[in-house]
T-cell receptor, first 115, second 114 residues
């Protein structure tokens, strides 16, 4: 079945460091891919998404490229800030005309950025 | 624009007491609705989902139930809470038949069963 695997973490970085959080997926069709962010005590917010191969999603300095050949959607940011400290979830949704549009989430990666 | 409201934000309930968490969506029709739980860490566990009024699918057997009495209202309930029901409960909605839309989440309810 469809699934997402992301690096477990926790990831601890100094401010202005480069960030990569790995995410790979397994899907039978051509999924849409997402990154969600959860700040402490809050619900999840959509950070970025890509709906087809080679698309690059970007937002708030974060980027991820939909790589079909490696079934990956790694999250990157060139210079992290303390305010980026949060839990990051990778997710996929199959585009098969299903009435559900269900998302399959990874387990989440805790990022802590120190000043 | 679409908005999702979830309440209460925090709740402390004794073991054996009932539970009712409510979630409403505005600005869209016939949304898919979801209840998730996040317990003791980061992982998200899908509890229930609904594709229409009165249509509820349960992902895991447990002490909870869900109902959808109106198109944009989703309620999570329990008759008798257990300690293991403690956690962070999240409601979400998505556009029907659109895998590229993703979910919009509510702000969550922190439930502590004592």
């Amino acid at each position: 079945g469809d699934s997402v695997t992301q690096m477990e973490g926790p990831v601890t970085l100094s401010e202005e460091a480069f960030l990569t959080i790995n995410c790979t997926y397994t899907a039978t069709g051509y999924p849409s891919l997402f990154w969600y962010v959860q700040y402490p005590g809050e619900g999840l917010q959509l950070l970025l998404k890509a709906t087809k191969a080679d698309d690059k999603g970007s937002n708030k300095g974060f980027e991820a490229t939909y790589r079909k050949e490696t079934t990956s959607f790694h999250l990157e940011k060139g210079s992290v800030q303390v305010s980026d400290s949060a839990v990051y979830f990778c997710a996929l949704s199959e585009n098969r005309g299903s009435t559900l549009g269900r998302l399959y989430f990874g387990r989440g990666t805790q990022l802590t950025v120190w000043p | 624009s679409q908005t999702i409201h979830q309440w209460p934000a925090t709740l402390v309930q004794p073991v054996g007491s009932p539970l009712s968490l409510e979630c409403t969506v505005e600005g869209t029709s016939n949304p898919n609705l979801y209840w998730y739980r996040q317990a003791a860490g980061r992982g998200l566990q899908l509890l229930f989902y609904s594709v229409g009024i009165g249509q509820i699918s349960s992902e895991v057997p447990q002490n909870l139930s869900a109902s959808r009495p109106q198109d944009r209202q989703f309620i999570l309930s329990s008759k008798k809470l257990l300690l293991s029901d403690s956690g962070f409960y999240l409601c979400a909605w998505s556009a029907p038949r659109d895998g590229g839309y993703g979910y919009t989440f509510g702000s969550g309810t922190r439930l502590t069963v004592v």
